[in-house]
Each structure stands twice: as structure tokens, then as C-alpha cells.
């Protein structure tokens, strides 16, 4: 019972402090399931700030599941483009297939026919159930798991599947107790609705005249479950931060048991992090009458179906014949390999990376020995390619363009020939 009244007493407290400290986030402005999904899935592994204008534009050109089902392959990777993990918009595309052809299109209700559908796991489906159709469903990402762990003194991993299942109780608990909440609590959660919603943003009115917004309708008026789970993220993401949380500020703080033992630095204890592992590539920039050489990514590999200039990894300290030797290895013999013209450094995951994009020449009539095709710079613009090989495209084309501008050309019978 004491269990009990401490979760109502944290709801309570979470779901005040929601109301004026929610950030005005567009995908809050609607209880369409879709575009909820939509933005649950961009938001994995990207930054809020990334994801808003991503999911904007999503939504102006693929605004309902039916267009997303049949959405062609290469328009859903472009409109991807830049976020990276391509598997989520491919698993996307095949779930709003599934919805299409068992629920009718409209996306299902019920928390097991949302978690049978492709590249949608126990947090995200609890996420849609909960925001989308206030049912009291748990939630558990890293914003939440930290917040959990320093309000309730976890020690241990979660990571660790024993500690990881207790968290998942715990949230579970708070989202009950926020269910069961008394009448008179209700207010700051509703009020918070109706200020995210009153937006006048185009999509926000074309929402209001929606059948699925209509159906959504009764939602509005009780979504405490939806909010509690919500102010959890948000206490994460905004004051309950990794390094330096902003305890002062957070609602809960007098029942933070890493606040009152002074051990917030220390939780969540995720053990250490895996050493970083250099990689390098080089990447082969080959022109022909102002076309490039390019191929596709193969399905089952990571990038699959994105394009790419042709390229090939090399050892960290190469030296200038090991990237010969690569250059022959990746285009054949006939290709030689000229100046470096670009570098790209990033990361994934645990890896750092290095590409550098070096200018290629066929000699004679020579031609790659790898399957690719030959696409001018506007066609290459209209194709998506992994964040690497985008910035290479990015300064080759201005390059390009630099070089027209500045170099004139001079007549020479039927051909023109750059005279600088």
C-alpha cells in the first residue's frame, strides 16, 4: 500500500510537471497512430532536434500508412536519407504493408498486434499504445532507464536481464498508478493536450479534419497514461541527463533515492564502454563525359540499397602503394588512382571512421570491374546515399560547379573543351 501511494504521489508530481515543461514537439500535436510511429522510429538512435524536420517532411509526402505501403523503395530511402540504420524505413514499409492487408489500413489498437509488426520491439510498441490510445503500457529507453534507475538507487547493470526486468516493473507500475489516478489529477495532463494541439501549423489543421483525428477524438479528454510515460522520456532528455543533471529542476527530486545518497555521477552503472576501433576506407571518384561511377549496395548488408561511390577498406596506416593495390583490387587494372580530392571522418557505434575520396582515371577504354552505372551529377542528387558517401557527393558537385563557373569554355567543332 505505502508502494502504492509513493506511485501515485511521483505521477502526480511527473504529470504537473509535464504540463508546463513539455516540449513543443510536433508529433505532439496529434493522436494519429501513424505519425506517432513515424517519429518513435526516427527517433531511435537520433537526437529530437535531427528528427523534427526528417519527420516533417515525412509526413508531407508519405502523410498516411496506405501511401507508405505503396511508396517506392528508392522514395522512402531518400526521404531516410542522413538518418542512417536503413533497416528501420525498410521494416517501416513492410509493416504499413501488413496494416494495409490485415487491419484495413487503419493501424491497430491493441499492444499485441502492434508488437507483431515488423521492426516494432516491446519499448516502441508500448510507446505507440500508451501515447497514441492512452493504454497503460510501460516504456523503457535509455532516457527512461536512467531516470528509473537514480529515482529508485538501482545499482546494478541494466543491462543485466534480471535488473532489466525490474525496470520494466517499475515502469509499469508508475503507468498503472497514473491509470487509476483520481478524477481531480487529471487537469494538468488534459490542459497540456489542448495547448500542443491548438497549434495552427498546416499539419495540425489538415489532422483536425482527418477520420482517424475524429476517431482519436476521446483521447483528449484522459491521457494520463499517455503523458506519464511521455513526462518519463522528457525528464530524461531534458533534466535527468547523463552527466550533470539539472536536479534542482526535477519534480521528483525529494524522492530520488541517487539524489538524497549523492550518487547520481554513478547511475546508472553501465560498465565500461568498449574501446573505440579505427577503421579507414578509400572511396574512387571515376568520371566519364560528366558522368560518375556508382553502384548500388546489395540487400543484407549494412547501407543495403543505398549508392555509393565504388570504395574499399584498407589498413588504418596504409601507405600510398597499399591504396594502389586497393584501388586495382576494388576497380580492376585498368583504372589508376589520382589526387585525394576529400576526407570524411564519423562514427557508428563503437567505430571511428575515416574515407578518403580519391579522383580515379580509366586509361583508354578501360571500365571498372565491378557492376555500377554511370549517372550525371542531377541524377546522382536524386539518389540516396549513406552519410559518407553524401558529403563526398556534396564536394564533388560543388566542385563541379565551381569549376564551370569559373572556367570558360571554348568551341571546338561539335565539342566543347575547358581552356583553364
Known sequence: ?????????????????????????????????????????????????????????????????????????????KLW?????????RNMQTAAQQIVARHGGEFPRDFEAILELPGIGRYTAGAIASI??????????GNVIRVLTRLFGIADNPKDKAVNARLWELSEDLVKAASMISLHERGPSTRTTTRLRSET?????????????????????????SHLNQSLMELGALVCIPKNPACSACPVRTACVAKRTGRTAELPSLGPRKAATARRFAAFVLERKGRYFVRQRPAGVVNAHLWEFPNVE???????????????????????????????????TRYRITTGAYRAVAEGMAKPDMAGEWRTLAQLRLLAFPSAHKRILHHVSNHAIGAETACPRKTN?????RIC
Open 1 to 77: 500500500m505505502k508502494s502504492s501511494l509513493r506511485n501515485v504521489s511521483l505521477v502526480s508530481a511527473l504529470l504537473k510537471w509535464f504540463a508546463h515543461a513539455a516540449r513543443d514537439l510536433p508529433w505532439r500535436r496529434t493522436p494519429d497512430p501513424y505519425a506517432i510511429w513515424v517519429s518513435e522510429i526516427m527517433l531511435q538512435q537520433t537526437q529530437v532536434k535531427t528528427v523534427i524536420a526528417y519527420w516533417a517532411r515525412w509526413m508531407r509526402n508519405l502523410p498516411t500508412v496506405q501511401a507508405l505501403a505503396e511508396a517506392r523503395p528508392e522514395r522512402i530511402h
Open 81 to 89: 536519407e542522413g538518418l542512417g540504420y536503413y533497416t528501420r524505413v
Open 413 to 417: 567543332g561539335t565539342s566543347l573543351r
Open 201 to 225: 501549423s498546416a499539419y495540425a489543421k489538415r489532422l483536425r479534419r482527418d477520420k482517424s483525428a475524429r476517431q482519436a477524438s476521446t483521447i483528449e479528454t484522459d491521457e494520463r497514461c
Open 132 to 141: 497514441a490510445f492512452n493504454e497503460p503500457r510501460p516504456v523503457l529507453d
Open 314 to 348: 584498407i589498413a588504418p596506416a596504409a601507405d600510398a602503394s597499399e591504396l594502389r593495390d586497393a584501388a586495382r583490387h576494388a576497380l580492376g587494372s585498368g583504372i589508376k588512382i589520382g589526387e585525394h580530392i576529400y576526407t570524411v571522418k564519423h562514427s557508428i
